[in-house]
């Protein structure tokens, strides 16, 4: 994820852009697709006179095209204070969208596409469509079981994206869990 940080009218503090830093890490978890995180503090112009209030406010862009925005506003004592809570409403809202992702991928099984995993490696694979493409996922793909737990052979349903190499599947369902006890590394031959 990149991180664009700007401070507007207040001093940079190397402790706040240190906390910053460190909020944005935290929040990759709820979304491993954010594609940028833009954070701006800086005080408003209305108090710049009296030293009085402060803005915390950030732009999140997650694959996918969506953006959430999530803004913050505290005296200049609270600014740590202000920075842990616009990104935990940030975090509510990715878990949000998330949740939201997931029950569209359940509500619409029409769309999925049907395949099967022909390859595994340590944190992806791919899947052999029915017309005989290969589609690329990552773990973090995968909604109904823990990767680990995945072998080569079972059937899967899942939602095809166009990635930054091709198609990928950006959502993976087991539906026929009978996969073979092949290794990760062979890869079966399709008749």
């Known amino acids: ?3 664009e940080l700007t401070f507007r009218h207040i001093d ?8 910053i830093r460190e909020q944005a890490t935290k929040i990759q ?8 995180c833009a954070v701006v503090v800086e005080r408003d112009h209305a108090s710049q006179g009296t ?19 999530s803004e913050e506003r505290a005296a200049r004592n609270l600014l740590p204070t202000a920075v842990r809570d616009v990104f935990q409403r940030a975090g509510r809202q990715l878990k949000k ?8 991928v ?12 022909t390859k595994l490696f340590d944190d992806y694979g791919f899947i052999t ?6 589609i690329y996922f990552h773990e973090r793909s995968i909604l109904s079981s823990p990767f680990s737990e995945l072998k ?40």
């Open 106 to 117: 359940k509500a619409h099984p029409a769309q999925d596409t049907s395949g099967v995993i």
């Open 152 to 191: 080569i052979g079972m059937g899967v349903a899942y939602t095809e994206e166009d990635g930054d190499k091709g198609p990928q599947a950006s959502t993976v369902r087991i539906v026929d869990a009978r996969g073979g006890n092949r290794s990760r590394e062979e890869i079966p031959t399709l008749s």
């Open 97 to 104: 969208l998330a949740s939201e992702q997931r029950s569209e």
């Open 51 to 69: 030293g009085g209030e402060y803005r915390v406010r950030v732009d999140l862009h997650v694959a996918g095209k969506q953006e959430i925005v």
């Open 12 to 19: 940079k503090s190397p402790s706040l852009e240190e906390l």
């Open 1 to 3: 994820m990149q991180l």
């Open 29 to 36: 978890r709820f979304n491993d697709h954010i594609n940028s």
């Open 129 to 134: 469509t029915i017309d005989g493409r290969e």
